[in-house]
């Protein structure tokens, strides 16, 4: 199994686990057999079955016994999944106009679903987009690329800077999502961090609907550009604003 590359080659269950293994895994967090199980909503016997498998077919390691770890095929295939599950999330929200929260979710259902040639046409469509809608690159390759940002919450009351990307760590959080969403707050947008206290575990930002306020650790769920950032880190789909 190591050598496929197509993740509709793979079980949906399959493309859950990797998918999720990648997402918990953003920024080099570590992952245990247990996180996925919530993350899933299933058991940690039935998640470690699965671990199982999976290591046996060489996409997912446990070098210390516990952490979980993507193969350099295990990579390929959840960084296939995740470009599937970003090209619906562009589809859903700037042409279906779904919102964010809601996009995610119906993103899962469609994933498996998409034959490479539907998958290539989608991407000619919505423009050969590097990130997903929140900004979180599109594959390793592209993360290599990229400039990683540096977290909101660290970004001193009076300074300016550019939402760059909302972490795949914020994305599990619908609510939080929503909330971004409805304030503006979308990658590309320019700030000004208006106040922060570590006592009031909170920090106060104008945006472009204006003030926002949010605690300081999903502050650090989002990176930033100080100041303006360059244009071209923003995907915009083609004859949409």
Known sequence: MSRRRD???LSTAVQEYLLTL???AGDGRRVTIAQVARKL???TQAAS??????VADELVTQPDGRELQLTDAG???ADSIFRRHALCEWLLTEIVGLGWAESDVEAERLQAAISPRVEARLDELLGHPATCPHGNPIDAETARQRPPGVRLSEVTAGERATIYRITEEAEEDAGLLSYLEARGLRPGTRITVLARSESLDSLTLEGP???ATLGLRPAALIRVIPGDADPALFHRVPGRH
């Not at 079955?49 to 999976?54: A, K, N, P, Q, V």
């Open 22 to 24: 990648r997402v918990i």
């Open 49 to 54: 079955e699965m671990f199982r498998r999976l």
């Open 75 to 77: 990579r390929a295939v």
């Open 41 to 43: 909503g299933v058991s």
């Open 7 to 9: 993740p509709s080659d």
């Open 209 to 211: 609907i204006g003030r």
